[in-house]
């Protein structure tokens, strides 16, 4: 089942910093993004996902008990320190509506937005992203480098 973009959906923004060792990072987050993209689709979850250094920074969109419910999974995991709560609202609309959960890069690399299909997840090459989409990007990133967002001053909505 497809996630409608106008299902007047839930927005949660979290950090948390990796609890990963650094030499098996690749292979384990391979592998949990693997299972998380199809985690998520299951559940009808949308979002995107920031990694920097050892901070995860994630938006997740879709039904409030489903976004909830996969939070308070996330605030269990043992790959998870310091997790803290950005935002939580009531949207209009899913900003990444189509997006599984997508690499965000670091500054100066490209963003790799994911798209949901019947069928399976593949790259949305050359779509570009919207404006609401940068915004809430952008925000990721400020959020992945320090405190100034955790005070609930997230993006505009």
Not at 51 to 72: H, I, K, M, P, T
Not at 88 to 98: A, H, L
Not at 109 to 123: T, Y
């Amino acid at each position: 089942m497809d996630a409608t973009p106008t299902d007047n959906s839930f927005r949660l923004i979290y950090r948390s910093q990796s609890k990963i060792a650094p030499e098996a990072r690749k292979a384990k987050l391979g592998a949990l993004f693997s299972q998380a993209r199809s985690n998520n689709k299951k559940r009808q979850i949308t979002g995107a996902l920031l990694l920097s250094d050892d901070w995860f920074v994630q938006v997740l969109e879709g039904q409030e008990c489903a976004v909830r419910s996969l939070y308070a999974l996330i605030e269990k995991d043992p790959r998870h320190d310091s997790v803290s709560l950005l935002e939580t609202r009531t949207v209009d609309e899913r900003v990444f509506s189509r997006w599984a959960m997508a690499k965000v890069a670091e500054d100066g690399e490209p963003d790799i937005p994911l798209i949901a299909h019947r069928d399976g997840i593949s790259p949305a090459a050359g779509r570009g992203t919207t404006p609401e989409q940068d915004e809430l990007l952008a925000f990721m990133r400020d959020s992945a480098v320090g405190d100034s967002h955790a005070a609930g001053g997230g993006p505009a909505a």
